[in-house]
């Protein structure tokens, strides 16, 4: 595993275009202390400080950051779909079979690559969210610290399983913006079936079968904090309420599907033509 990890690693290092991506994914978590940092000032009548309404206490913190960072994988997305395109385009991944790497080995060096720079995305963020967490929360007991940490295993499942996704039309297209435009056709894709399935049936049928879709499924690791923020603020609004908990089989979904997009990449790979 580390030779494939060390053999991918060097190809993204001595790409420029890579470089310069890497660098942005990783930079991007630190807007969030930008976020808690920012006060907006009404007109002089009173000034509006985002850290100080109370939405980076522990642990409804862990909720609202991996969202937050969530929204910035597609640029580490475009190094994924990237990294196929120039094996193909360079040819390099002709001359990595002929040099002794397998087929196997050629998409596992990849995966591993994936789960490596979401382990480091995923950790980044949780010393990001901790620190931001220490300065402006109101609890600073160690059982209400990490509760609800478990947003941070569902931030790395769900980088996991979109680049997993990313990797798989990469390899099914074989060039980085057409793979970028599956990722878009496909969350259409998706709507449409709800569509279909709602007219057939009926909708609460139809959105229960759409959280089985890729993208979808990835959404449903970390719902929305907008409305968890709001019953904070307003306890007695029951029509507000709504399960944003992260449940085994939302996650399971999503690992059933990271490992049929390596699968299915081997495949094609296999048997491709190179």
């Known amino acids: 595993m580390r030779r494939l990890l060390e053999i991918e690693l060097q190809k993204l290092w001595l790409n420029k275009t890579s470089k310069v991506l890497i660098f942005i994914s990783f930079i991007l978590p630190f807007t969030v202390i930008v976020l808690s940092s920012i006060k907006i000032n009404f007109?002089?009548?009173f000034t509006l400080e985002l850290g100080e309404l109370g939405i980076f206490n522990f642990p409804v913190i862990w909720h609202i950051t991996t969202f937050f960072a969530a929204q910035f994988k597609f640029f580490f997305a475009i190094v994924v779909v990237s990294m196929i395109g120039n094996e193909f385009s360079n040819?390099?991944?002709?001359?990595?079979?002929?040099?002794?790497?397998s087929k196997k080995e050629f998409i596992l060096s990849k995966f591993y690559t994936i789960v490596f720079f979401s382990f480091l995305a995923t950790?980044?963020?949780?010393?990001?969210?901790?620190?931001?967490?220490?300065?402006?929360?109101?609890?600073?007991?160690?059982?209400?610290?990490?509760?609800?940490?478990?947003?941070?295993?569902?931030?790395?499942?769900?980088?996991?399983?979109?680049?997993?996704?990313?990797?798989?039309l990469a390899m099914l297209v074989k060039?980085?913006?057409?793979?970028?435009?599956?990722?878009?056709?496909?969350?259409?894709?998706?709507?449409?079936?709800?569509?279909?399935?709602?007219w057939k049936s009926d909708l609460a049928f139809a959105s229960k079968?759409?959280?089985?879709?890729?993208?979808?499924?990835?959404?449903?690791?970390?719902?929305?904090?907008?409305?968890?923020?709001?019953?904070?603020?307003?306890?007695?609004?029951?029509?507000?309420?709504?399960?944003?908990?992260?449940?085994?089989?939302?996650?399971?979904?999503?690992?059933?599907?990271?490992?049929?997009?390596?699968?299915?990449?081997?495949?094609?790979?296999?048997?491709?033509?190179?």
Not at 92 to 99: E, G, S
Not at 150 to 165: E, H, N, R, T
Request: proline share 2%; glycine share 4%.
């Open 91 to 101: 040819k390099t991944i002709k001359q990595n079979l002929i040099d002794g790497l």
């Open 209 to 274: 079968i759409q959280n089985f879709f890729p993208l979808k499924s990835m959404y449903n690791l970390i719902e929305q904090p907008f409305q968890r923020i709001a019953m904070t603020k307003f306890p007695n609004k029951e029509d507000l309420s709504y399960d944003f908990v992260l449940h085994w089989y939302e996650l399971l979904i999503v690992i059933i599907w990271t490992i049929l997009f390596i699968i299915f990449s081997y495949r094609l790979l296999k048997r491709r033509d190179l």
């Open 175 to 198: 060039r980085s913006a057409f793979a970028l435009a599956f990722l878009f056709i496909d969350f259409i894709l998706e709507w449409i079936l709800l569509g279909i399935i709602a």
């Open 43 to 45: 007109f002089g009548f």
């Open 123 to 168: 950790l980044l963020l949780a010393l990001i969210s901790l620190f931001i967490g220490l300065y402006y929360s109101s609890y600073d007991e160690f059982n209400i610290i990490i509760k609800e940490t478990d947003y941070l295993l569902a931030y790395f499942f769900k980088l996991v399983g979109f680049f997993s996704f990313c990797l798989f």
